[in-house]
């Protein structure tokens, strides 16, 4: 749980790019967990190689300057995204080559009373109804506002979940029935190297780049120059 910050600025509403959505539980009652306050909340998975994903990125980063100062020491869990990751066969983490945005709308407010619920709409902005639930998968967007904390191990900044517009539907699968598979010997998908995954910690250089939108800038190039080689070695001579 993240400690709460004595002061915050006046909050600024950003919208995220396009992206799919995980674990949704923006409809009717919040949700606790363990000993944390009741909550709504959503994870985006956005593409690090797409530019509105960098984009996104380097604005956060600027919010989270104007928050903290530019040599503020950042908290373990200080930034509100990360490399996606699932488990391997061992339990072991493993990147997925997407970045993961968390979302997070808190019922109750610091000083008594309650949030409502935020507002989710479709595409043309239409109310979306309470019953019918939003998959893995879905494509959205979320407007939100940042906010700054600090704590012991340094600061940070999280996205309060204002609103969601549904862009495409991937209807829920409440029985979980791709967890009923189990992982088999055979065909596996190659990863694009445009989906090749990014290490939270790195080895700086001097001519390594230190922010997080230009490690995501970096890697594009990268992307870019390698398709462009084949497409050079796919030309006739």
Do not use: C
């Not at 749980?1 to 909050?11: E, G, K, L």
């Not at 000993?35 to 956060?60: G, H």
């Not at 517009?165 to 445009?194: N, R």
């Amino acid at each position: 749980m993240f400690p709460t910050s004595a002061s915050q600025m006046p909050r600024e509403l950003i919208v995220s790019p396009r992206g799919e959505a995980l674990w949704a539980k923006v409809l009717g009652e919040p949700v606790a967990y363990e000993d944390n306050p009741k909550a709504w909340s959503v994870s985006l998975l956005l593409d690090p190689s797409d530019p509105d994903t960098i984009a996104f990125v380097e604005r956060l980063e600027a919010v989270f300057e104007d928050f903290h100062g530019p040599k503020a020491k950042i908290a373990a869990n200080g930034w509100p995204f990360a490399d996606e990751t699932t488990k391997d066969e061992k339990g072991r983490p493993v990147p997925t080559g997407k970045i993961k945005f968390n979302f997070k709308r808190k019922q109750e407010l610091p000083r008594g009373g309650f949030k409502d619920a935020p507002l989710v709409v479709d595409s043309k902005k239409n109310l979306w109804p309470q019953d019918k639930l939003i998959g893995n998968g879905s494509k959205i967007k979320v407007a939100f506002s940042p906010w700054k904390w600090e704590g012991p191990s340094g600061k940070g900044m999280s996205l309060e979940l204002e609103s969601i517009q549904v862009l495409e539907l991937v209807s829920y699968d409440p029985e979980g029935s791709v967890d009923l598979f189990a992982e088999e010997d055979g065909y596996v998908l190659d990863t694009p190297a445009a989906q090749a995954p990014f290490q939270q910690e790195v080895v700086v250089t001097e001519d390594a780049p230190t922010g997080f939108a230009a490690q995501l800038r970096a890697r594009a190039a990268e992307v870019q120059a390698e398709a462009a080689q084949v497409m050079a070695d796919e030309v006739p001579f």
